[in-house]
């Protein structure tokens, strides 16, 4: 018997964006997890880089969604101050661990 990876029951983050578009996001892969619980350290100074490297792992997070909807770097910069990311983050965190809690 083979286990079937297309017949997990798959769950969503309902995001609501800047533009009014609603998309249902995916459970983050494994590398746009890495990337954004990497950079989300506790720090008092970010370089360049690595808020770079965190706008563009929230972009990747946020365009893997039911509706296929890009969100891009710019859109992430232009729409979402310190605040609003932290929130984000926050709550998708709190989703992700919600869903690794749960059966399917």
Same mark, same amino acid.
């Given at each position: 018997?083979?286990?079937?990876?297309?017949?997990?029951?798959?769950?969503? +983050?309902?995001?609501? /964006?800047? =533009?009014?578009?609603?998309i249902?996001?995916?459970?983050?892969? %494994?590398k746009? +997890?890495?990337?954004?619980t990497? /950079?989300?350290?506790?720090? *008092?100074?970010? =370089?360049?880089?690595?808020?770079?490297?965190?706008?563009k792992?929230?972009? %990747?997070? %946020?365009?893997? =969604?039911?509706q296929?909807?890009?969100?891009?770097?710019?859109?992430?910069?232009?729409?979402?101050d310190? *605040?609003?990311?932290?929130? /984000?983050?926050?709550?998708? +965190?709190?989703?992700?661990?919600?869903?690794?809690?749960?059966? =399917?």
């Open positions: 018997m083979y286990y079937d990876m297309t017949d997990v029951k798959k769950r969503y +983050f309902p995001v609501k /964006l800047k =533009n009014g578009k609603k249902d996001v995916n459970p983050p892969k %494994l746009v +997890f890495r990337a954004i990497a /950079l989300t350290k506790t720090s *008092d100074k970010y =370089n360049n880089e690595e808020i770079d490297n965190l706008v792992a929230i972009s %990747l997070a %946020l365009s893997s =969604n039911r296929n909807y890009t969100v891009t770097t710019k859109q992430i910069e232009d729409w979402l310190y *605040d609003e990311i932290y929130d /984000l983050l926050t709550k998708y +965190f709190t989703w992700v661990q919600g869903t690794i809690s749960q059966k =399917n």
